[in-house]
């Protein structure tokens, strides 16, 4: 059975510019996380999902970062304008929602605003 | 709110010693706790997970390690370390009224030596 599935894996961008990352979860996986991992950190949650809708957004910073989730499966991440401070692993991670279920995590975008 | 605290931010061990790593969290109601490794430019991969029941979790890789309520804390454990237990290791809690929102620690470098 694949994993969570990210792309890309690695992403050079200029700063103000925009960017998008995308993850495909566990087929199954009602619920989906967004993770920012800073260098020499833990992740961090930005966005739950449970099926199509969020239901903790409260560290996602809205002003620049958007999310979706349209069909429930797949979902993509966006930053713009992005700034030199959004450097960073962004993690996706899936689960069933279900209790005592832990969540699987995908390999992360390494995301460079230079 | 909960909080988690990895004590270590690197451990440095000889192959085939044992090692310790001390995670401690706070939280005003109960929790569930994790372990996470981290393989260079991987995601990460669950390594055992406290729920209830046994305080002494047995995990994945050889690892294990015991929930102390009184002192709060989570540490990991392996009699016997081999080079490629070389990674970062995240202890995470969760609580039973927000399950999937996870609190990591900041991490513990592993560095294991022949």
């Known amino acids: 059975e694949a994993g969570v599935v990210q792309s890309p894996r690695y992403k050079i961008i200029e700063k103000k510019q925009p960017v998008a990352f995308w993850c495909n979860p566990i087929?199954?996986?009602?619920?989906l996380y967004w993770y920012r991992q800073n260098l020499g950190q833990g992740p961090e949650l930005l966005i739950r999902?449970?099926?199509?809708?969020?239901?903790?957004d409260s560290q996602l910073p809205k002003d620049r970062f958007s999310a979706e989730r349209l069909k429930g499966v797949d979902s993509t991440l966006k930053i713009q304008p992005a700034e030199l401070g959004d450097s960073a692993v962004y993690l996706c991670?899936?689960?069933?929602?279900?209790?005592?279920?832990?969540?699987?995590f995908g390999q992360g975008t390494r995301l460079t605003v230079v | 709110a909960q909080s988690v605290t990895q004590l270590d931010s690197q451990v440095p061990v000889f192959e085939e010693a044992p090692v310790e790593l001390r995670c401690n969290y706070s939280?005003?109601?109960?929790?569930?706790l994790f372990w996470y490794v981290q393989y260079p430019n991987q995601g990460l991969q669950l390594l055992l997970k406290?729920?209830?029941?046994?305080?002494l979790v047995k995990g994945i890789n050889g690892f294990e390690a015991e929930f102390n309520k009184s002192q709060t804390s989570f540490h990991l454990r392996k009699p016997s370390v081999h080079i490629s237990d070389t990674a970062e290791y995240f202890c995470?809690?969760?609580?039973?009224?927000?399950?999937?929102?996870?609190?990591f620690g900041a991490g513990t470098q592993v560095v294991v030596t022949p």
């Open positions: 087929s199954g996986h009602n619920t």
């Open positions: 991670a899936s689960s069933t929602g279900r209790a005592n279920t832990e969540a699987f």
């Open positions: 939280s005003s109601v109960s929790v569930y």
């Open positions: 406290y729920l209830s029941g046994s305080t």
């Open positions: 999902y449970e099926n199509e809708e969020a239901v903790d």
């Open positions: 995470a809690v969760t609580t039973t009224d927000s399950w999937g929102k996870l609190q």
